[in-house]
């Protein structure tokens, strides 16, 4: 069966300082990979998606990027973290049609 | 983009009582309709999914309804337990990759 795992699960970070925030999955080869964020007590937004190793679109400019530098792992990343960057951050992935499955989550504090 | 809303936002019902959810959605090329269940401090699990050539899936307790010339779907829950409560979210998607959530209701059960 299919697992997602993400890491750390929590995290407290003063503003300006990077961030990385990795992402796995474990049995299943080539899926789609998201990284979405969900404000608290609100819905998630879609941040990126990646359909193959290198390649990643982004669904709305902010100060943050992602990277897929193998098939199963999936990386978010920032350069100067903003107050603004605090939420909740899940990874999803999905096989070759509809359905998604989350990770468990990376709740990020910006201080 | 797809403008989704979920109603009611908040729902509390007695155990053993049902409860329904209802989003609607503006896109008419919307061809997949997902529910997801999200408890406190954890990623959104996939409860039940319908596709546009089916008007109705059940699961035991769990059922979505789908009326496309209406554009709105909803999950049915029968015989609520208290493990029920939680936030759920609908997703429905056109084509491409992105879900798109509604804002979540809030649902509650109490014994």
């Known amino acids: 069966s299919q697992t997602i795992h993400q890491w750390p699960a929590t995290l407290v970070q003063p503003v300006g300082s990077p961030l990385s925030l990795e992402c796995t999955v474990e049995?299943?080869?080539?899926?789609?990979l998201y990284w979405y964020r969900q404000a608290a007590g609100r819905g998630l937004q879609l941040l990126f998606y990646s359909v193959g190793i290198g390649q990643i679109s982004s669904e709305v400019p902010q100060n943050l990027s992602a990277s897929r530098p193998q098939d199963r792992q999936f990386i978010l990343s920032s350069k100067k973290l903003l107050l603004s960057d605090s939420g909740f951050y899940l990874c999803?992935?999905?096989?070759?049609?509809?359905?998604?499955?989350f990770g468990p989550g990376t709740r990020l504090t910006v201080t | 983009g797809e403008n989704v809303e979920q109603h009611p936002s908040t729902l509390s019902v007695q155990e053993g009582d049902s409860a329904v959810i209802k989003c609607t959605y503006s896109?008419?090329?919307?061809?997949?309709f997902p529910w997801y269940k999200q408890e406190l401090g954890k990623g959104p699990q996939l409860i039940i999914d319908?596709?546009?050539?089916?008007g109705e899936k059940k699961d035991q307790r769990i059922a979505v309804t789908l009326n496309k010339t209406a554009k709105h779907f909803s999950l049915h829950i029968t015989e609520t337990q208290p493990e029920d409560s939680a936030v759920y979210f609908c997703?429905?998607?056109?084509?491409?990759?992105?879900?798109?959530f509604g804002k979540g209701t809030s649902l509650l059960v109490t014994p």
């Open positions: 049995g299943t080869s080539n899926p789609n």
């Open positions: 319908i596709r546009s050539n089916v």
């Open positions: 997703a429905p998607r056109e084509s491409g990759y992105a879900l798109n």
């Open positions: 896109d008419s090329a919307s061809n997949y």
């Open positions: 999803a992935w999905s096989p070759r049609s509809n359905e998604q499955y």
